[in-house]
């Protein structure tokens, strides 16, 4: 351990503010009961803040825009394309990547894949693990399939001892699993600690920048469901991935939060097999498998997830409620917006919903939070309610606002192309984006709606 003194400091987990005393509420960002206990090493702080810090970027001088060369080397393709959308093309050189997740969803399966696809195109690739022994390793390895010489292993946790690896192996990428086993001596807390995980992320910065290595970096989700001290990593970071989805279902989702080099919102589909993460080519069709025929409640909408529309089941059951006070539930879809677009099926068609209990469901285990899945759920309400089906070619989207009429959405034109692509003939969407869809009119049987009203007569 190194000497120095010793103190006591509180940090916020949420967002690494740090206080001398313990607070109830984070004055950083007003969550309660987030300041953890910590001891520091002043001095060591000293040091590192002071003159003798290396510079980000080494010859560092002012330079003109256009005297800034760019070449397609800049950006590394992982060939696994799930991924490269979802980053923007492909792994930034220099950049720093999170990527978090629930434990068990498959982090270390996905970046030991991109590891064995940069290593086979002769990219020099250094896979650190502190969870994992060599062998255990080797084994996962085994699953996944035949690997290059060029990828090297290397099981450690103590900072300075990666460090010094990285600086004398100089690899193009470094897989950094996990960012909480990580630790420096210079710091008395425990790994995974706030101040810990801070200082090994501003050392892999350093190194990212000044070196110009891709570093990724596993961050475990904490219960709450953040990776540990998320904004103190967040904003350090280049890109931000989260993979999510049911660790006991077989597909996962690989979600871009934050991306400097690209745009955010895009997905990337897996399947977990055998031999490792699986890209799913089209998700549309995947998450429309097992769909009930002849079901009331239950109608296809098409969202957009990024620039990619996915056409997804959503379902919906109303039943006369046995208490008082009706039940109302959603999965993946947010409860407040199905109360209000129930409030306004109540008020502007007096539907007798108030003695109604309803469960929205998005299948697939799918979150949407778009606006355009609005009309969607108010056709699956009508259905389960009055027990009629809708009929299995339709797929709807489109706006409701609080007077029930029916506004337009951005993407017509793909979400449209997406369901005729998947045998969907008839769309029930905004009347004002009906004009954007020329191309494909005289293929599909467009039905354009003013109101909600409108669209509960055409089915
Ligand atoms: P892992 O990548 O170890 O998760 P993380 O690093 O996010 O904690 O994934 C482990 C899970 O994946 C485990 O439940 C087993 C499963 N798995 C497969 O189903 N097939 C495979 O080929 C591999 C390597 C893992
Ligand atoms: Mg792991």
């Not at 029930?404 to 004002?432: D, H, N, W």
Request: net charge neutral.
């Amino acid at each position: 351990m190194a000497k120095g003194k010793l103190t006591t400091v509180f940090f916020c987990n949420n967002c690494g503010y740090e206080s001398s005393k313990w607070m109830g509420q984070c004055p950083g960002c007003h969550s309660w009961n987030t300041m953890v206990e910590e001891t520091v090493n002043k001095n060591a702080h000293k040091v590192r803040s002071g003159a003798g810090v290396s510079p980000l970027y080494s010859d560092n001088k002012p330079m003109k825009l256009s005297n800034i060369e760019l070449s397609e080397e800049d950006k590394i393709n992982t060939h696994i394309s799930e991924l490269d959308r979802v980053l923007g093309g492909g792994i930034v050189q220099g950049s720093l990547l999170l990527v978090g997740g629930d434990p068990g969803i498959g982090k270390s399966t996905l970046l030991l894949q991109v590891c064995r696809n940069l290593s086979l195109d002769k990219v020099s690739v250094l896979y650190i693990s502190g969870e994992e022994s060599l062998k255990q390793i080797k084994m996962r390895a085994e699953r996944i399939g035949d690997f290059d010489e060029s990828l090297s292993l290397f099981c450690e946790t103590d900072l300075s001892v990666i460090e010094e690896t990285i600086k004398k192996e100089k690899p193009k990428v470094v897989v950094i699993d996990s960012i909480q086993t990580m630790f420096s001596e210079d710091i008395s807390s425990a790994p995974g600690s706030v101040s810990q995980v801070r200082e090994a992320t501003a050392l892999f910065l350093r190194l990212a920048k000044s070196m110009s290595i891709s570093i990724f970096i596993v961050g475990h989700v904490t219960k709450e469901g953040t990776v540990a001290g998320p904004r103190v990593l967040e904003h350090m970071v280049d890109t931000v991935l989260y993979f999510e989805g049911d660790r006991h279902a077989a597909y996962r989702i690989l979600r871009g939060v934050k991306n400097r080099f690209g745009s955010t919102n895009e997905i990337g589909v897996f399947e977990m097999r055998n031999d490792g993460l699986c890209e799913v080519k089209n998700p549309s069709e995947y998450m429309l498998s097992g769909r009930p025929v002849k079901a009331s409640g239950s109608v296809v909408v098409c969202a957009m997830e990024g620039t990619r529309p996915l056409l997804i089941e959503l379902q919906a059951l109303v039943c006369h409620t046995g208490f008082g006070i009706p039940r109302r539930q959603t999965t993946g879809a947010d409860i407040n917006r199905v109360n209000l677009l129930m409030a306004v099926l109540e008020k502007r068609l007096g539907l007798k919903l108030g003695e109604c209990d309803a469960y929205v469901n998005v299948a697939g285990g799918m979150r949407l939070s778009e606006p355009a899945i609005d009309l969607a759920i108010i056709l699956a309400i009508v259905s389960s309610y009055k027990d009629r089906n809708i009929p299995m070619d339709v797929v709807t989207f489109g706006e409701v606002g609080l007077s029930g009429e029916v506004r337009s959405v951005s993407m017509v034109k793909e979400r449209v192309q997406e369901a005729y692509k998947l045998g969907f003939r008839t769309c029930i969407i905004p009347k004002s984006s009906i004009g954007q869809l020329t191309n494909i009119e005289g293929k599909m049987n467009l039905i354009g709606v003013d109101t909600v009203r409108e669209a509960l007569d055409k089915i």
